[in-house]
């Protein structure tokens, strides 16, 4: 479990250094830059990297650190999911108001479980036949539930690779926190076989440390397809603007384009040229003029990634489907 | 075959198009959206009126890439699902400049079939071969005009809305 959690933390670490530049420059991009980082500290109380005893010794040694550790682990998704929404046409904003009560609700029951022994990394597992502990498990685990469902519904419908990879994410954390709920569960009412306990515990810890990663992962897809095409755009532009076809009009817009907006600009004028059978492309004039529209399609922020027909209709207020 | 006048042509010369549609543009605040769905849904709030895009196939379409059709309930947009994404951007935000800039309608085309035919319709048709007038020209320009403004400012600088904050 310590490779995985080092994985985990290794991944958002990672991830949080490719953010910064962006969130430097741009103010959108800072959540999840922040969000990346909180989780990488959040895995860092885990103990695989620096010992637990070290981090909780200066919050009085008696596993303060795991309220630390979790409320970390929430608000970093918390950031993740509102960054999400802040896209998303028909999601409801979470106000700061929500991230208040999600990390406090939980710290209530915190605060009232007897917390005797040291530092130990199975403190929860331990202590949860406490009443206050189960509560707070209970709530912690119902907030990581409810944000990574507003992250998935955010990213409804958005098919990049790094939708899906953050979708999946968000449904592994759901499953693993559902799974870590019936364990509690089970271990307060002592109902099942003590056999189960570290069963759903293993499946808890790779479940949730998989989803972790692979919603990260999203977050590099991400950039990772963001810097391609950045570079790709000049380079796709320059071999659209050397062929003979690309000469006959001028851009028809006063302000000077992007790189990008040029390249728009010359993939449309071609494709009319193409649909009013005015032009014949080769196969590879073809294929440089789809690459090029593929380029642009992913930059566009609502193109439909489908091929099936679809139907909207926008009413003033919002759309509807 | 009449050709639809590049919109270049008459940039600040004897038809300001690009002066009228920049203004309408601005004055509707579309430059500041950042989505096609933004700007649809401002444009039907501007018309008072729904507008429904629908991507459809193209067998029958020919060089028709889209259309307006509009109905007493509702303005129907049409694009051809098996265009390019891109293309059907601009063939989508083309016919919503027309809606916007209140075009009227006199372009009856009986080729397309359609069960609302006695709305008002005006297609969008790289190389305008389906003779229209001088002035329908100048619509067409202007539409197409907006349209690639629109473009532009769907593709500004940060680009893309999730790619920013995820990319």
Redesign the interface.
């Known amino acids: 479990m310590e490779l995985l959690e080092t994985a985990t933390f290794t991944v958002l670490a990672l991830a949080f250094c490719i953010r910064v530049p962006r969130a430097l420059k741009y103010r959108e991009a800072r959540l999840t830059c922040v969000g990346t980082g909180l989780g990488a500290l959040a895995i860092l109380t885990l103990g695989s990297i620096i010992p637990q005893s070290v981090l909780d010794a200066p919050l009085g040694g008696h596993n303060l650190l795991k309220l630390v550790q979790t409320s970390l682990a929430l608000v970093a998704i918390w950031l993740g999911a509102q960054a999400a929404i802040s896209v998303a046409p028909l999601a409801h904003r979470m106000n700061a108001i929500s991230l208040l009560v999600i990390v406090a609700l939980p710290a209530i029951p915190f605060l009232l479980i007897r917390r005797t022994e040291p530092t130990n990394a199975h403190f929860l597992d331990h202590n949860i036949r406490q009443f206050p502990a189960w509560v707070y498990a209970t709530l912690y685990l119902g907030a990581l539930i409810y944000v990574a469902m507003r992250l998935l519904f955010a990213f409804r419908g958005r098919n990049e690779i790094g939708a899906w990879l953050i979708k999946l994410g968000a449904c592994a954390i759901i499953i693993a926190s559902i799974d870590e709920e019936t364990n509690f569960t089970i271990q307060l009412l002592s109902a099942g076989p003590r056999t189960f306990a570290p069963v759903l515990s293993d499946v808890f810890n790779l479940v949730f440390y998989l989803g972790v990663c692979t919603m990260t992962s999203g977050i590099v897809a991400y950039t990772s397809t963001r810097a391609l095409r950045e570079w790709q755009v000049p380079r796709v532009l320059d071999q659209l603007k050397s062929e003979p076809f690309a000469q006959h009009r001028a851009v028809p817009v006063r302000t000077a384009p992007s790189q990008l907006g040029e390249l728009y600009l010359v993939t449309v004028t071609t494709r009319d040229l193409v649909v009013a059978g005015d032009l014949q492309l080769t196969r590879r004039q073809l294929r440089r003029l789809r690459r090029a529209e593929r380029i642009i399609a992913h930059s566009l922020s609502d193109a439909p990634q489908h091929k099936t027909a679809t139907v909207t209709t926008y009413t003033g207020k919002g759309k509807h489907d | 075959m009449a050709a639809v006048p590049?919109?270049?042509d008459n940039?600040d010369s004897q038809y300001p198009i690009?002066e009228r549609v920049?203004a309408a543009i601005d004055e509707a605040g579309l430059r500041e959206l950042?989505?096609?769905?933004?700007i649809?849904?401002?444009?039907?709030?501007?018309?008072?009126k729904?507008?429904?895009?629908?991507?459809?196939?193209d067998d029958e379409w020919g060089?028709l890439?889209g259309l307006w059709v509009e109905t007493p309930e509702?303005s129907r947009i049409f694009t051809r699902?098996t265009?390019?994404?891109?293309?059907q951007?601009?063939c989508a935000l083309h016919e919503a400049v027309h809606i916007l800039l209140g075009h009227p309608s006199c372009f009856p085309t009986d080729e397309i079939d359609d069960e609302t035919a006695t709305g008002v319709r005006r297609p969008r048709?790289?190389?305008g071969?389906l003779g229209q007038s001088g002035r329908q020209l100048s619509y067409e320009a202007e539409a197409?005009?907006g349209a690639?403004?629109l473009?532009?400012s769907?593709?500004?600088?940060?680009?893309?809305?999730?790619?920013?904050?995820?990319?």
Do not use: W
């Open positions: 590049d919109p270049t940039v690009a920049d950042p989505t096609l769905a933004g649809i849904d401002r444009v039907a709030a501007i018309h008072g729904p507008i429904r895009l629908e991507q459809v196939g060089t890439t509702m699902r265009d390019p994404v891109a293309y951007f601009v048709t790289p190389g071969s197409e005009y690639r403004v473009a532009q769907l593709l500004r600088a940060g680009d893309n809305p999730v790619e920013l904050r995820f990319g």
